[in-house]
């Protein structure tokens, strides 16, 4: 009965094992001027955008992330962590991404390499973590599916159109305090208006649109990627 037992667990093992892969991501860390809301600023970001690219993968993947810090503007901070906010990096602390605590920060043209596995599902989010650097833009989602999905027969699409992500968004660098450093903007998906421009030209500011059809089910993944303001987010 114990042989029996123990082919009967290897095999499920070695199904585990076949699902599970290894997901490999480079994220180049530069200053460049953007202007989510038509107001120009320089940022910080992840590949040269806003929201930074999402991260996918499933529930037992194994994440290979190379971060690389670019980063030349000096009127921002230019050193550089990426904290993988909501996973448990269970035996894999150093890869935590808190300056100072897991790990020094990554200096300008140089790297680091983030190596760990997600045995969770769930939609989080990814974020510099050296002081206030992430309000700056160096935000992103990250979004893990699970292979048995108890809510799968619940829903009809499930991906990247399917993600909304919120955040405030700053018009001063981070070293500012922010006490003194409100938040001017919502972003929805890297889109907003603000009130410190014209009108007449807020008004060209293009806005988050998610196209549905008739007839399916969407599960929606709302993550917040906010530097300081909480959201109150209904869909009418």
Known sequence: MSGIFFRLWALVCLGIATQAATITTKLDIVNKLIDPDLYPRSAVLANGTFPGPTIFGKKGDHFIINVTNSLTDERMLRATTIHWHGIFQNQTNWADGAAMVTQCPIVPDDFFVYDFDINQAGTYWYHSHYSTQ?????????????PNDPYIDEYDVDDE????????WIHTASPT??????????????HGRSLQVEVTLNTLSPLAIISVEPGKRYRFRVASLACDAPFNFTIH
Do not use: F, Q, W
């Open 134 to 146: 992430y309000c700056d833009g160096l935000r992103g989602a990250i979004v893990i599916y699970d």
């Open 161 to 168: 159109s399917t993600l909304i992500t919120l955040a405030d």
């Open 177 to 190: 305090p922010l006490l003194s450093n409100h938040s001017l903007t919502t972003l929805i998906n890297g």
